[in-house]
Nanobody, 127 residues
């Protein structure tokens, strides 16, 4: 069992930055992959970024490439999402998730592959 707690959401103007944190109760084989997802009202949950915790390889959705960075502090069992150049369309509830589906030393932000989820943190970007 892995518990995940997100923090760092808030309101920001377009062009601003936020850093989200996700603290995992522990790293196990069930959390080889850590990822961030987001869901806006009326939309499906979207994979934003993922990281393979053992190697540090990352994958990003096209919509956030060059603006968002996923990273980790392995010693603290914590994953971060640095979000720069935020746009109103980035507004959503952001969720952290943990899973174990590794493909060729990569983890992919595909929701069905993740077994543990945090409660979410709201990000609102105003124009």
């Amino acid at each position: 069992q892995v518990q995940l707690v997100e923090s760092g959401g808030g309101s920001v103007q377009a062009g601003g930055s936020l850093r989200l944190s996700c603290a995992a109760s522990r790293y196990t084989s069930s959390s080889d992959c850590m990822a961030w997802f987001r869901q806006a009202p009326g939309n499906e949950r979207e994979g934003v970024a993922s990281i393979y915790t053992h190697v540090g390889t990352t994958v990003y959705a096209d919509s956030v490439k060059g603006r968002f960075t996923i990273s980790q502090d392995y010693a603290k069992n914590t994953v971060y999402l640095q979000m720069n150049s935020l746009k109103p369309e980035d507004s959503a509830m952001y969720y952290c998730a943990a899973g174990s589906w590794v493909v060729g030393s990569m983890c992919y932000p595909q929701a069905p592959q993740y077994n543990y989820w945090g409660q979410g943190t709201q990000v609102t970007v105003s124009s």
